[in-house]
Each structure stands twice: as C-alpha cells, then as structure tokens.
C-alpha cells in the first residue's frame, strides 16, 4: 500500500524530507527515513531510535541497515526487507536485531514508501518498534502449550526440560547453553537436564551454585536470580577455574525454581562462552520461565505420587498386587516365560496384629519380604504384598530349583522378627503354582492362592502345591454355601443318633446326637464338609440350635409317650459355647419343650479355643447348677488337656478316635490307659470313641473304660430307628 502520494507539485522533495523530519521528532514510535537516491541509506533517525539502538544519530546517518545485523539475524527476512525499500513497497515483519552494546532485541519493522505523483519512489519511512516484551510472551504461550501437550502425552520428564531449555535458546537467539539441575528432599542435586545432562559430573555440580559464601547445597541458594555477564571477573573463577576455562564459560545467569512453599527445588541455568549484557527483558523472560518448569516438574511429582498410590503399598515399600500384574504383564506374561507363583503368609499374622497392631502385621510382612530378597538376590524375582497378610513372589525356578544356604534357610525360617523391640517366631505357609504357555499368571495366582489355603490348615512351616482337587473341594465348599442358609431355612439339618454303650454290660445308656446334612439338591453332605463351611460363615450356631431343638422335639415325643427317657449329648460350636447369651438360651429352650436338664448333655470340642479359662469354667458351672453336664471331646488332641481337666469342671471324658485306632501298640496303650486312670481320679466317666472290632471292645472294658461309641455297637440312626431300636429291646437300658 502506498502511503503518501504528493498531490501539490510545487512541494519538492527537499520539503518533503523537512516534513518528515519534523513528523518523525514527534512520533513515540522509532522512526528511520531511507533515502533511494542515495543507495537507500538511512538519511534521518529520530531520538527514539537512537535510544531503542543504542546508536547515535551520527552513527547511523549515511548507514545501511545492516548496521543492526548480528549472528543470529534471519539473513532472508533482511533480504525481503531490503528488496521491499528498493522496490518501495508496503511490508511489516519482525526482526532479530542487535544493538551497539551487542544485545538482542524484537524489532517490529513496518515500511511506508513515499512516491511523489508520478510514483517515482522519494523515500521510506520505516517505523519501529521493541517488541521483545511480546514476542517473549508469545514464545512463553507457546512453551506453556508444547508443555502441557508433552505432559498429555506422556512424554518423559527428561524430554520436556530438554525441550523448555531448546525453547529458551530459539527464543534469546544468543550462541548460549541451557540447563535445568533438580534437587532432592535433602537439597542433593538429583536430576539434571539439557546442555549439560551428558557432559557434567556430580562433582562439578556446586559450581553452579553461585550466590552464597556457603557451598552447602541447602544454603547455597537465595530467592534472586543471578546474572554474571563475565563470570572470569568474579571470585569464583579462581575457585572453579578448571571447570570454567573447560566448559568455556563467560557468561553465566540463573534462576532458583521453587515450589508452591516457595522451597527451592530446583535451578534454571543459562551460560554463554561470550559476555552477555542482560537486558530487561532477559530478567523478565528468565523469570517467567521457571514457573513453567515447576509446573512440568509438579505434574511428575504428583504423577509419581498417583502412580505410587497404584502400583505401591506405601506401609511396607513392596510393590502392590495392582503394581505386580503389571510388571507381570509387561515383562514375564508378554515374553511367554514359564515360571512359578509362591504366596507366602505367616501362620501368626493374625495374633501379631491382635498384639501389635496393624503396623506390626505391616512390619512382619516387611520383614519376611526382605529376607527373601536377601535370600533370593541372586535370582530373578519380583515380591509384592499381595493382601493384608500375604506376600507374593514370582520365580522362573521352581523351589527345589533355588539354591539356598543352610544358614539362610535358617535365617529366614527360624530366626525370629523383632517387632516392636520384641523377638517374634513365625511359620510361613506357602502356596505355589506353575504359570507357562497353557495357565496364565492370573490363572496361577487363583490357583497359588488356593494352595495357600490348604497350606493355612497345616502345622508348622509348609509348601503346597496347587492341585486340582483342591479345586474340586473348593468348589464343594463354594456349593454348600451357596445352599446352607436355604437348608436351615428348609430343616433339612436333623440329628442322628448314636449310642453310647456301657463297655461291662452292653446296655445303651445315652446318645450322641450328629448333625446330618440331606439336601434335596445336593443330596447327603459329609459333616467333614459342612461344620468347617459353617464355621467360617457363622452359620454353625444355627446349626447347633438346630439339632438341639429336634432332640428336644424327640425327648418331648418320649416323655409325653411315658417311654423310658435318655440322655442325649448335642456337640457345641467354639463360638457357640462363647456366644454371650449361650447359657440362657439353652436353658430358655429346655424349658420351652418341658425336659428334665438331667437329659442333656453339651459336648465341647477339645480344639475349642479355652484360652480364657475363667470364662469357660464359669459357663461349664452355670450350666452345671442348672443341671446340664458338659464332656469334653475329642480328648487328647489338644495341646494342654490335662490342664483343661484340673481346672474345668467336665463331667465326661471322650476318648478319641485316633487313639482307639492304635490301641494295639503299646505306648497308645499306655497313654488310654493313664487318660482312663486319669478320669477315675477326677470323678468322670469315660467315653472310647471310635470302637469298630471286638478286640478293641474287650481291651478297653479290661482297661476299665465306662463307656465305648461305635460302629461295633451301633452306627447313627434317624431318631425313627432309635424309637425302633427301644421298642424292640426295651431292656437295653
């Protein structure tokens, strides 16, 4: 666009020129007049120009443009300037340019040809402006973008302050060298970025750290930014003269990044190997662009931190199972690699947080993981918490395949943990699995865990492997519950009974009422089945209560017939025989069917758990002063029988099975015969479980046992039977 055409002929060129010179003085804008005639030279700067440059008027008239190239000027964009005044055209651009002192700065350029009325080309009036301010925070917009666009993607850290230091060195167009040092929590440097990421080694790393006499990186920084335009002038030459004179630095300017605490977490570094002379809008620059980088550094820190609340267990340090699937995934399950899954948990997790809390469950998992780490270091293995109270670790070797010293076995097996400044023994139970081409890792962890479970049944310190029938049997235990509560519901528990048979005379003198389960859906279900399902679901009260009315509902039947009356044992749950209102509600339903207490009898498990002694003796007297006696089951299991029967008041001792199976060897002898020495001293009858052959009958009525309960008598009968079984023999009372 032509500006200015000159209408009035009589106004000649020489006032022309005038009347620019005399516009220019008044403008706040640099302004710059070219003469054409004479070589398109500058013939006239106004006092603005001479300002923005640095240059003096006498400097620049009868200079080309030029005059304000430096290294880093786009050669082409001058060129299309220069052809733009030649030819007189309009054109507006924006050019790096230099001034006297040798700084840089953003000149928005905009040409005005002047032509008189036959458009012959008189001058150009090039109008100028700084515009360092704007392109910088243009440029800034720009790096905000690029950042946020590097971060969505996923880029990694390194990546995007590599890139914000290539962006800061585009935009000051100076021959300089960026870097970006990051400090840890103990202000340790622990990252750095850009120029000097391959090049610098720690130990040149407080170099740096200029603004302080104290060289400590925790005190060496303050909250101002540094500019040393010839860092061989200052002091700290001499005290990293080596490292300067290497890296051949001149120039050196920094900028402290903080935090939103405003804690120093970082330093943004520029260094030049010529003099650089900060201008105001270098401090302005450097100090917006370290918020940039807090940004980018703030975001990875808060991505850590999300990704280590998924993939970590933060009160042991060991991986997650989220975080173990993955690497699994990513490393082992893709290559296809056969290997080997171990969950492994302490057999006393359960008691050790009961005594020291879950950070004591946290601590003992700890504690295991890092032996086996230490143990295992030689191998390829990844550990990982897999629940509350279980580790996870997989191995391509299988366990007989890891080489293990004896003192560390030892150490890791039977070493105790201190917790809590206390020593702490623990088993470990182990449950493993094989993961190849055919069983997926997921797949062998369902089936390691299955193993697990198996193993938490078991003594002492065990491994087990997984095996489809524990699958099977799961999946029986899965079965029964899903149908147990419907079979309470629908009555379908009922009690057989089993006489107990006095050993001299052969006559029945009571009963053992055993639960039986017959599912219209699942037909007869095995007690060995169902009391452990119902146990762990709390199912099992109900159960009791169950067969204990039907015996009752027998009884009534009985009295109400005026038949001979018997005594009936009803076995008891552990947590039944807790419940708190176990005494009253037994003696409520008594009462309810109108039965003599006389006619009960509550049989209590020796595994139950009699750890408090007092409360137990104190339910056994209660129901003994209403009249109900109590025995005590499965006699001998146990681990401290003897001293359950010094301080429980049981009125019947039974015998187990297990014994009465190895009568014939003679220690088992012995031992039967002290148990029934033992209940003769203590004023309580005697019940042999278990008797299947006459030789075991008359061995135990020579022994002087009072009772015997098996198949050699009698095997459990529907209470039908029973009522059949009196009818026909009414003398076996």
């Known amino acids: 666009m032509e500006m200015y055409k000159y209408y009035n002929q009589n106004f000649d060129k020489d006032d022309m020129y005038f009347w620019l010179c005399q516009m220019a003085r008044q403008f706040d804008s640099a302004v710059v007049v070219i003469n054409p005639a004479k070589d398109n030279v500058i013939d006239f700067v106004n006092h603005v120009f001479t300002r923005m440059t640095e240059y003096s008027d006498l400097e620049l008239i009868g200079r080309k443009l030029n005059i304000l190239h430096g290294p880093l000027t786009d050669v082409l964009n001058e060129e299309a300037i220069q052809e733009c005044i030649e030819n007189g055209l309009s054109f507006k651009t924006s050019s790096f340019h230099y001034r006297k002192n040798g700084s840089v700065f953003w000149n928005e350029v905009t040409i005005l040809p002047l032509k008189d009325l036959n458009g012959v080309l008189q001058y150009c009036l090039l109008m100028m402006n700084d515009v360092t301010d704007t392109m910088n925070v243009e440029t800034l917009v720009e790096l905000e973008k690029a950042v946020f666009f590097s971060l969505e993607k996923g880029d990694s850290i390194d990546y995007v302050l590599g890139e914000i230091c290539n962006h800061v060195k585009e935009t000051f167009r100076k021959q300089c060298y960026c870097t970006i040092l990051l400090l840890n929590e103990n202000r340790k440097v622990k990252n750095i970025h850009g120029d000097l990421s391959k090049i610098l080694k720690e130990s040149d790393y407080q170099a740096f750290f200029i603004g302080s006499e104290n060289r400590d990186y925790a005190s060496s920084f303050d909250k101002h930014a540094t500019f040393i335009k010839n860092i061989k002038t200052t002091k700290y030459y001499e005290e990293f003269k080596s490292l300067i004179d290497e890296k051949n630095i001149v120039s050196y300017w920094s900028q402290p990044i903080f935090n939103k605490e405003e804690e120093i977490i970082g330093l943004f570094m520029i260094y030049s190997d010529q003099e650089m002379d900060p ?136 070493e105790p943990y201190c917790i809590d400044k206390k020593e702490v023994f623990v088993t470990l139970k182990v449950g493993t699995s094989k993961f190849c081409q055919e069983t997926s890792i997921h797949q062998a962890i369902r089936q390691a865990d299955t193993a697990l479970s198996n193993a938490l049944k078991s003594v002492g310190t065990v491994i087990k492997k997984f095996e489809v029938e524990q699958v099977e049997t799961v999946a029986k235990e899965m079965n029964v519950l899903a149908n147990i509560a419907m079979g309470l519901r629908k009555n379908e528990f009922v009690p057989m ?229 009196l009818q026909r023999n009414p003398a076996v009372h």
């Open 279 to 414: 201008q105001a809008t270098d401090y302005k620059l450097i100090n917006n662009i370290a918020p940039i980088i807090t940004l980018a550094v703030n975001y990875y820190k808060q991505k850590n931190a999300i990704h280590s609340l998924a993939f970590f267990d933060s009160a042991t340090g060991l991986s997650n199972f989220e975080g173990f699937k993955t690497k699994m995934m990513n490393q082992w399950d893709a290559n296809r690699d056969d290997g080997y899954v171990y969950i492994v948990e302490p057999g006393e997790y359960q008691k050790i947080v009961d005594l020291y809390g879950r950070k004591g469950g946290d601590e003992i998992l700890k504690k295991i993981a890092t032996r086996l780490q230490s143990v295992l270091s030689s191998h390829e293995i990844h550990v990982a918490r897999y629940t509350n109270s279980a580790i996870i670790i997989a191995s391509k070797l299988k366990i007989r395949e890891l080489q293990f010293k004896q003192s560390e076995l030892d150490q890791l097996i039977f």
């Open 497 to 725: 009974l089993q006489p107990k048979v006095d050993i001299q005379t052969g006559e029945i003198d009571s009963f053992e009422a055993l639960a039986r389960w017959i599912s219209p859906k699942l037909g007869f279900v095995s007690p060995a089945l169902f009391i452990p399902v119902a146990e762990n679901t709390g199912n099992i009260t109900k159960i009791d209560r169950a067969i204990f009315k039907k015996v009752l509902e027998w009884q009534k039947r009985r009295k109400d017939a005026d038949l001979t009356m018997y005594q009936v044992s009803v076995n008891i749950s552990p947590s039944h025989f807790y419940h708190p209102t176990f005494v009253e509600n037994s003696i409520e339903i008594i009462e309810k069917y109108g039965i003599d207490p006389k006619y009960i009898k509550f049989e209590i498990t020796e595994s139950i758990e009699l750890d408090n002694v007092r409360r137990a003796k104190k339910i056994i007297n209660d129901l003994k002063e209403y009249g109900i006696a109590t025995s005590i089951d499965d006699f001998g299991v146990g681990y401290s029988s003897l001293s359950y029967l010094r301080e429980l008041p049981f009125e019947e001792i039974k015998i187990d099975k297990s014994f009465v199976d190895n009568l014939a060897d003679p220690r088992m002898n012995a031992v039967i015969r002290t148990i029934i020495h033992l209940s003769r001293n203590l004023n309580m009858r005697c019940v042999a479980e278990g008797i299947e052959t006459e030789e075991q009958h008359k061995e135990l009525q020579q022994l002087g046992c009072n009772s015997g309960q098996g198949y050699y008598y009698y095997k459990p009968m529907p209470l039908q039977e029973v009522d059949e079984l």
